[in-house]
């Protein structure tokens, strides 16, 4: 699979080049050329800013289709917590996890609970003593992905743990195949997402060579399949196990409060974390010790993919966690035992934004670079197709535009050609010279 594979695409057809989209791109990732926008792929993290943007939806994520499922012997639902927070007047998390039974999944592996083991593996992460401070939460992989192209320092602040999604599909497959008897490849397990970023974690692995996850459902198309049957279930099935700092997880601020410990903060919103990291790269939020960073407004609950208001689903999911908070968790330990939850392989700076991979030649570029924009307008209008006046003069330097794609240089181009014609007019031998009248 391509280090560059990416969830978020754009849909040609559907684009109008409005340029909304290139400034609210964290990483600034997008062009609009000949009037089409176009991703830069190895730029792109996946946080799906751009799909909320774009009036026209020409940006979209893609995820598995939800037929995949029947290519299983056995099929398996991981309903990421954000699943409970969709559903008006839906408060029993069991009748959404028998819905997914009756919609086609033979069994259940709720990611809250994976998430109830990833908190306990941190708390031991800490006690080792190996934990560079202030820690970064490893969970939401677009903020991962952000860290390995913008911000080089931090990637050993990041905690090397798997992920929930990562670490149901592994407890998963492990559970039912003792039960049944099936080989792990026979057993399907479909991830049901709120972003596009975690379709993008299971084709480009964070942390290991590869994902035990075999499908991607976007939680838009099963939350469809849900409210079909959802009132009309009457033999709801005992599924649940998960408890509410597992649910939690849904919402910016959970894995902060399963951890609980006080010197931490969370963050939420793709721009809010990258003021965040830039404070934690400046040294100015050292004495924290765990940073929780989600790339959706209000946590996953914000994800380009779910139905509800991100708002409204973050406060169901406080009150259907509140009403699950007496679960023990007894088995965390024995889960932890059971799978290998630690990272295999550590993420890497992709310098992405450099110039050349000389680094003579870089420094060069990086002075005409400088040489251009001290000529652009230092407006950021986006009128170019460039995300700001700076990211045009590096576009230029890449020489994939010119300084008259700025409307002001053109404007200026203009203006000096048509005086050098009147002054070249007017040295006309007095045989070529127009009559005055
Ligand atoms: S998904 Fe995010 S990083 Fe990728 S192009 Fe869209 S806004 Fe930029
Ligand atoms: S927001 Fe971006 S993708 Fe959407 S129409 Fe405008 S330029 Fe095209």
């Known amino acids: 699979m391509s280090e560059y594979f990416h969830s978020v695409r754009l849909e040609k057809e559907k684009c109008k080049g409005c340029t909304n989209c290139i400034k609210r791109c964290p990483t600034e990732a997008i062009r609009v050329r000949n009037g089409k926008a176009k991703i830069i792929k190895e730029r792109c993290i996946d946080c799906g800013e751009c799909i909320r943007v774009c009036p026209y939806h020409a940006k979209k994520a893609v995820t598995d289709p939800f037929e995949d499922i029947f290519n299983y012997q056995y099929r398996v639902a991981l309903p990421a917590p954000t699943l409970y927070?969709?559903?008006?007047?839906?408060?029993?998390?069991?009748?959404?996890?028998?819905?997914?039974?009756?919609?086609?999944?033979?069994?259940?592996?709720?990611?809250?609970?994976?998430?109830?083991v990833?908190?306990?593996?941190?708390?031991?992460?800490?006690?080792s003593g190996r934990v560079k401070k202030p820690a970064i939460s490893s969970a939401c992989p677009a903020v991962v992905r952000l860290i390995s192209v913008r911000f080089p320092n931090l990637i050993d602040h990041i905690i090397p743990i798997k992920s929930p999604m990562e670490v149901a599909a592994r407890l998963a497959k492990r559970k039912i195949s003792l039960q049944t008897g099936l080989k792990q490849e026979e057993i399907g397990v479909f991830f049901i997402t709120p972003c596009a970023a975690k379709m993008t974690s299971t084709k480009v692995p964070v942390g290991s060579d590869n994902s035990f996850v075999d499908g991607v459902i976007a939680m838009k198309d099963v939350c469809l399949k849900l409210a079909a049957i959802l009132g009309k279930i009457d033999d709801v099935e005992k599924l649940s196990t998960s408890g509410m700092r597992g649910i939690c997880w849904a919402k910016s601020g959970g894995e902060s409060a399963a951890l609980g410990d006080e010197k931490n903060i969370s963050v939420d919103g793709i721009h809010h974390v990258i003021k965040v990291l830039e404070e934690l790269e400046n040294?100015?939020?050292?004495?924290?010790?765990?940073?929780?960073?989600?790339?959706?407004?209000?946590?996953?609950?914000?994800?380009?993919?779910?139905?509800?208001?991100?708002?409204?689903?973050?406060?169901?999911?406080?009150?259907?966690?509140?009403?699950?908070?007496?679960?023990?968790?007894?088995?965390?330990?024995?889960?932890?035992?059971?799978?290998?939850?630690?990272w295999t392989n550590h993420v890497t700076y992709r310098p992405v934004m450099k110039l050349d991979n000389d680094m003579i030649e870089a420094m060069k570029k990086m002075e005409i670079l400088e040489e251009i924009y001290k000529e652009l307008p230092g407006l950021d209008c986006g009128s170019c197709g460039s995300p700001s006046c700076r990211a045009l003069a590096e576009d230029i330097v890449r020489g994939f535009a010119t300084e008259t794609d700025c409307i002001f240089m053109l404007r200026?181009?203009?203006?000096?050609?048509?005086?050098?014609?009147?002054?070249?007019e007017s040295k006309m031998p007095p045989a070529f010279r127009k009559e005055e009248e």
């Not at 209000?298 to 509800?308: A, F, I, N, R, S």
């Not at 200026?412 to 002054?423: A, G, N, P, Q």
Request: charged letters at 30%; proline letters at 1%.
């Open 283 to 342: 040294d100015k939020l050292s004495d924290m010790d765990f940073v929780e960073a989600l790339s959706c407004t209000g946590g996953c609950v914000g994800g380009p993919l779910t139905v509800e208001n991100n708002f409204v689903a973050k406060n169901r999911v406080r009150q259907i966690a509140a009403l699950n908070d007496k679960r023990d968790s007894v088995e965390e330990s024995a889960y932890l035992d059971a799978i290998d939850i630690a």
């Open 412 to 424: 200026e181009k203009v203006r000096t050609l048509t005086k050098e014609m009147m002054d070249l």
């Open 118 to 127: 990833v908190s306990l593996a941190t708390k031991r992460f800490f006690e």
């Open 85 to 116: 927070g969709q559903f008006k007047n839906v408060w029993d998390i069991d009748m959404i996890l028998t819905g997914l039974k009756r919609i086609g999944f033979d069994d259940v592996f709720e990611v809250a609970r994976a998430a109830e």
